[in-house]
Structures are given as C-alpha cells and as structure tokens.
C-alpha cells in the first residue's frame, strides 16, 4: 500500500468538504469554500499517482475549475455513467454539469488561462430552503437524491431535471447524508434527529427508523455520510455511539438488525464510502473463494480506517493523516485507490493491489449474486413500479415469488362418514311452484356434497302438508346414500337402482319445517309474532338399520350427532315450528329414535281424579325381539310435554309447568331429580358427547347441565338478545357447553361463562355484515366448525339488504375484514374451536398481508412470538404459549403463509421465519434435556 499527499490538490487553507472519483476515468473532482463563492474543481488523477506525470509541465493538473456557485459546495458527485456531474451547496442549489466538446472559460483561476475540460451547467435545481448538504445518484442515474437543513429529502427526475419525484419529509432535524440502495429498493438518510429513515422507492414512504445507535450522541458533525455495501446486504451509518465510545453502525438488511458496528475512532465518525465491488479472494487455509466487502472510515479524530466483512478486525488504520476532520471518501471504479479529503484543504491517497484487497468480481458474477439474493440482474433499471416489485428480499422466496396472488383461505372439511356435509337451506316456493323447484333444489344439493360424490338417489320421504284452505302440498325430500346404503338397497331387490320407499307423513300446520341430511326447507312468509320465541322440537322417522354420523344435521336441531343417522334403518331428524308459546306435544312430534331405542311420547295418556298424566316410554326396534319384549320401561309425567330429547345416555323431557327430567335411556330411571324452571319448556337438547344438557324456557331463561356430574353448566337469559330479534330457529350445546342460539331475523349468539356474556357469533351490524361478505362457508358440522356453521344458518335468515354491498367497491375491506378476523379469532377461542381458530388465524394472515400496516403486522406476529427469554422457562412456558392446546408457533407458521409470496413483506417473513426457527431449535434442545 501506498499513500501520497499530492501538495498541488489544495483548496487554498480552505476546507474540502467532498470528492469524488469519475467511475471511468483518471479523474476526480472536488467541492469546497472558494474565495468569493463556491469551488467546484475537476482534478488530473494521474499526477497524483505518478510523481513523473506530477513534474510534467504538459500533463495538466486541473482539467477544469468553476466557480459558478454563490456559496460553500458540500457535495460533488458524478453520475454512475460519469457523463454528469451534480454538486450541491449552501445557496440552496444544485446544478447539473455535462461535458461538452472544447475547451471553456476559466472562471477565476490564478494558474489557468482556460479549463482543459469545458464543463456547462445544463440544470440548476431549485427546490430546498436550505443548505444542500449530500447528493446521491440512484443504481443506473434514474434518480438523483439530495438533502438540506431544511429537514427534507428530494428525489429528482434525472430523466427530466428539474421534475421532482418526491419530496420525503420525516426527518425532525438536518438531513446531513444520503445513500441508494445498490439494488434501488430503498433510500437511506441520517439526520441531527439522532435517526437513520429507510424510504421505500416503491412509494416513497418510510420502511424503517432506526434510533437507538444514535440515542446517546452529543455533539453534531457538518456531514454524516452513511453508505450501503455493493451486496445491498449491509448499511453502515456515521456517527453512532455505543457504551460511550463512538462507532460506525452496521444496520442488516435483515430486518433492520443493529447489533454489531465498527469501534476504535476516538471521535465521531464523519463518513463511510463502501468499495464499489464486491470482492474476493482465494482462502489460503481452506482453498475455497471467500467474497466480501470493504469500505473506509473517516473521523474527527483524523483518522482514517479500512475494514473488510470477512474480518474482525480492521485492515489498516492512518492516525493523524490531517490536521482536520476527514469530510469525505471516495474509491475508484478499479477499486484500488482511495482518496480522503479533509477540513483542512488537502487530499489524501491510498493506493492499494489485489494482494492487499482482492479481486472485484466481474459483472457476470455480480449478476448471478444478484439473481440468486434478489431475483434481478444488476443492470436492471428500476424505474417503473413492476421492475421495483419484482425485487425479492431472500433468495429461498424467488420461486414462490412467482405464484399466482390467492384469496382468503377457505375452511374446506375433509368429509368422512361420521362428517358428512350438509346442503344449503331451499326456501318453499309457493304452491304452484313447489313441485319443480323442489326438484331443483334436489339437483342443487348433490352438487354441494363435492367431496362426497354422492350420486342422486330415489326419493325416500316426502311430507304432505295440509293448507288452511284444505289443499294438500306435498314437499320430497332427497337422502344421500353412502356405500352401505348402496349394498342395503341392492338387498332389498334392485341391482340396478334402488327402489323408492315413499313415506308420508301427514302434518296439519300450515307452517313447517322438515330437515332431513340433504334438504332444509322454510316457509317464505310467517304469521307469528317476531317479539316472541317460537318453539322448536323434534321428531325422528323410523328407518332400518342404525348407524352414527356425527356432525350430521342433528347438529342443526336439538340433538346429539351421535343420534343422527343418515342411512337406510336410522332415524332422520324432522324439526317443526309453531308459533306462539309452548304446546304440548301433538301427533308425529311424539316418536324419535337411535339407534335400537324408539322413544315415544303420549300426552294426557291416564285420566285421574287429579288431572291427566303423560307418558314416556322407550321400545327396542330391533326386530329379533319378540312383540311383547319390545317395550323397555315407561315412565309417567304429571303435566303435557311440550319438548323431549334423546341422545345414546339419556332422555331429556321438558314440560309445560317448567319441570325437567333428565332420564337413563336404558332402564328408565330419574337420573337427577325432578328440576323446575318455573315456565314451560320451549326447547331442549344435548351435546354431541351426551355429558351436557340444556333447556330453554318460553321466558327466555336458558340453563345447561352437567348431567354425569349432577351440576349446573351455565346459566342465564336470553331475553336480551331475542329482544326485537324474532323467534329461536336454532339451539345447540357443544362437547365443552358452549350454547348457541339463532334467531328467525339472522342474529347469533354464543354464551361465555367466564365472561358470563353472550357473544355475537352473527348480526346486522355493518362490521359483521362486511366481514361475513364473501366469506360466508356452505358448511354444515356442528362438531367440528359451529361457528361457521351457524354464521351460514343465520345468514340465510337475513334479509338481502336494500342497499347491497358494492362488490366493485372494495375500499372498505381495507378497515373490516381484519377487524372482523380478530373478532372471529377470539371468538374460535372462547367457544373452544380450534379448528376454526386455525383457519381463521390463516385468513388474519392474509387480511394483513393485503390490507395491513407493518406496525399492526409486527403486533400480531410479536404476540405469537412471545418473548424469547420466556424460553428459559421450559415446560411452563411450552404450556402457557397455547391457545385451545395449539402452540402459538405452530399459529404464526399459519399467518407467516400468507407474507411468503409477497415481495412487499418478503423482510418480515424472513426475519419471523429465523426467529422462529432459532426459537424452535432452542425449545427443542431444552424437550430433550428434560427428558434427560
């Protein structure tokens, strides 16, 4: 290494607050305090280096001297192609130089006639209010960057000088250094703020602020020039402090990480310039190709130092190489010359050889880096938004870059035979049309089973409705047959297809409803009263063989699923309202079977001189039983009953003066005593797991027992949300006791018992109308999506609003559907869903990545996180970092899904994904050493 002081590069005793070197010849320029205004001069590079060149009166040494600016030039820099030259100054201008063919006026010099070089101003740029302090030309001279005292930072067209781009305000203080991201997706600037801002060039808004290096900085320096290493992987800023002693920060472009930094100056640093190249060089020890960067520090301590990446310590470091602070840095395009200027009017040079550096790798290999860490070629000019978007943050996401964008997630079930979907709901039409558009909603419905690819099947069942008027409508209905139902049918006859065994049911209300496992229908119109609760029982219809589907449409009625058999020679659940108050139990309403048990029920069956009893009796429907062996028990009840239901324990019975039986469905005796609920009992019901009972009383009291355990689940009323809100169409009590209620006008409800509240599952409001829009499930599984399910069932009680939502207006989505995602996180998690609460952490996911800010990102992924000194914990803490028993790591592996394909996050995903994986592997370590 050499260094040289070259004596004719002065400014007079005047300091030189910025150089540069021409990216592609022997020259170099300088900006300064003139005598009467501002000093721009352009310097022979060869005399410095060659001291023959130096003492050769015909080897010029200034090419060209202007002095056009009215005050002190901070900052010089030519263009990435050396064809401009932009200088910034205290008159608040910058003017744009090109080189024209000739030899032009010297401006003020004592040693020239004329300039050698004829340099104009083609662009003076107005546009600060202040001093112009730093000056940066982006990757391929698309933009120039400029920055004052006036806090601001402005980014000019170089295409078009003097269009402005953008004018960047953020900073609160004097913006003193500014620098390109070499691959031109960011801009970075340091300010007096005690603040180094990364902008986004995609939209020219803040991606960062990084304040804590610069907290505990004192005084200011004139410059703070930071810059960006030619890898675009690390930005070292000027001026950082750490425990005191003054360092250059290394900032990572992952994540904006600020953890290490370059130490050993006594004073602040001044300015950083990265080697232009990235370079390499051959391992002695290991034989293998190491590549890494170099850059310079300059101090106010006067000293300057040069680091490499690969290096812990520094590669050289010159104390006292001037008399002043060293102001400004620059490295030539062949990247073996340094050059440092300083307050004190003189220029230093460090002459370096590959020996010492490295090799700088050549363009080709440049690009493939480029290729592989970001997806684009080095050249490429950044300046339309698609080439800016295409720039991908890690190279393991350049090939999900590539995916087609995709919607929210859907929440799909994998059917089985024990989770067999069930179709949307069919209004009846009016009578005329009744008969085809049934049919129709026949075909409709075997399309909904997707999965299943369940064929259509003969008509097994049909209801005849008899009308107020005396005529007679008459509703089929379509049971889907699984495999078993096939083999059933092939035995009774039929190889070919199976043949239609009708059953009609007679019923005299006008108003009815008949759910079977394919088919819902619902009157269009009503003459009930929307203030008052409308009753809700069911009935089974007697089939053959017996056969559980859990989370069938059992789910939807009063019922355990376990109850709810969908084949031939099971029970198919039939719901029927009335409207009005409680009614004893009439006609059909009285049978209900499962599996061998038929459970009947027979109102004012004994006349006594003390009033009329009901009875309850249970018949064994297996046919090797003898006739006189059928009936199992029977029991009697001293008032009508007006609700009953029966899952694979229990009985549950509820009458018209409010008592309440809970009964063994083997041999008949009182499981409890005798409960009352002081007004009759509208509807009744059992959880899926037969542990959990409930009724609901005409006076809206609602209460769940525990019925293994002999206690009270929950308790509470209802009058608050039935209030206004029509009649119950629909009452279910999951595994945990969680009660779900919904109403004829399309509200639902859940109950916390914590938080001894009820919840909103669905309602009207605009919030919950704008969430569900779109994202409405065809899903009918109580079991293991209740709350989706009764979103789906409610929702088609709603009236179609009259003023719709506007599906080519969007903008709303941007501020309710991640609200409506959190809301419907936290309710999967109360009612203790953690399927739903999977999926719907997937779709907050999504919601973010679309329509979030970084800050509401950062809370949701931090939250999911946790704290990483929690780790020390072990098992407690692998304990407490669970929602419903699923690790919240395994939640933010389902939310960070969304971030992967996104360019614009593509920094966040990498930065959870280390963590995460850091995390994992410590948790992991410590599984093992507690199993030791």
Known sequence: MKLLKPAFVHNQDKPIFSIDIHPKEPKFVTGGQGNDSGSVVIWNLEPVLSEKAEMDPKVPKILCQIDNHLSCVNSVRWSMNGQMLASGADDKLIMIWKRFSGSGANFGSAGMAKNIENWKCTSTLRGHN???????????????????????????DAQSFPTIIATLKGHTGLVKGVTWDPVGKFLATQSDDRSVKIWKTSDWTIQTTITEPFEECGGTTHILRLSWSPDGQYLVSAHAMNGGG???????????????????????????????????????????????????????????????????????VIRDLFEDSILDLSWSSDGYILLACSGDGTVACLQFNEDQL?????????????????????????????????????????????EKPRGPPSLIPTFTKETLPIPKPVIIPPVQKEMSESMQSIESSSTTLGATSTPIKPILKQVETRRADGKRRITPMFIPLTDTNTSSNTEMGSSSQPRSQVIIEKNSDLISEVKTSGISTLPTTTSTSVTEPLKLDTRLALRDTPQRAHGSLA???????????????????????????????????????????????????????????????????????QMDDRKIWEITVGSAISSFSVCTSYVLVGSMDGSVRFINIKNGRLVMPVLNQASPILLTGFSPNSSL??????????????????KVHMRSSCVDILNGNGYVNMFYITDFGVPF????????YSYSPDLQSWMIVN????????????????????????????????HSFQQKSKNPVDASDDAWEAHTKISFAEHQVQLCESVNSPVELKHWYSVLGYYLATYGSEKKVRQVLDELLGPIYSLQSDAEFRSKHKILNIDKHELLREVLTSFRSSTKWQRIYCEYMDQLTEMEEVKSENIKMDQT
């Open 741 to 748: 209620i919904s109403t004829s006008a399309g509200s639902a």
């Open 130 to 156: 202040g001093d112009v302090l730093d000056l940066a030309w982006s990757p391929q001279d698309r933009w120039l960057a400029s920055c004052s005292i006036d806090n601001s930072i402005i980014i000019w």
């Open 246 to 316: 003054p360092t250059a920060q290394i900032i990572e472009r992952d994540g904006w990480k600020c953890d290490k930094d370059f130490v050993g100056h006594r004073k602040a640093v001044t300015c950083v310039r990265f080697h232009n190249s990235i370079l390499k060089r051959q391992s002695q020890k290991t034989n293998k190709t190491q590549q890494y960067c170099c850059l310079a520090i300059g101090s106010r301590d006067r000293c300057l130092s040069v680091w490499m990446t690969a290096l812990q310590r520094p590669l050289l």
């Open 693 to 710: 009972g409930g009724s609901l009383t005409e006076r809206a009291q609602l209460c769940v027992w525990n019925v293994d355990n002999m």
């Open 358 to 402: 490295g090799k700088p790798l050549s363009q080709d290999d440049k690009n493939s880096l480029y290729q592989r860490m970001y997806g684009k070629d080095a050249t490429v000019d950044l300046s339309s938004q698609a080439e800016k978007e295409m720039i991908i943050e890690s190279a393991e996401l350049l090939n999900t870059s590539q």
């Open 763 to 794: 309602a009207s409001d605009s919030l919950t109308r704008c969430g569900l829009h779109g994202s409405i499930t065809n899903i009918k599984n109580m079991k293991a999506y209740p709350i989706a399910t009764v979103q789906y069932l409610s």
């Open 555 to 625: 789910s939807m009625s009063l019922m355990s699923p376990a109850m709810a058999p969908i084949t031939p020679k099971t029970a198919v659940p039939i719901v029927r309202m009335n409207s009005g108050k409680a009614s004893p139990l009439t006609g059909g309403q009285c049978v209900k079977s499962i599996g061998d048990f038929r459970i009947q029920v027979i109102n004012d069956s004994y006349k006594t001189a003390f009033g009329n009893l009901g009875r309850v009796a249970c018949m064994n429907i297996n046919h090797q039983q």
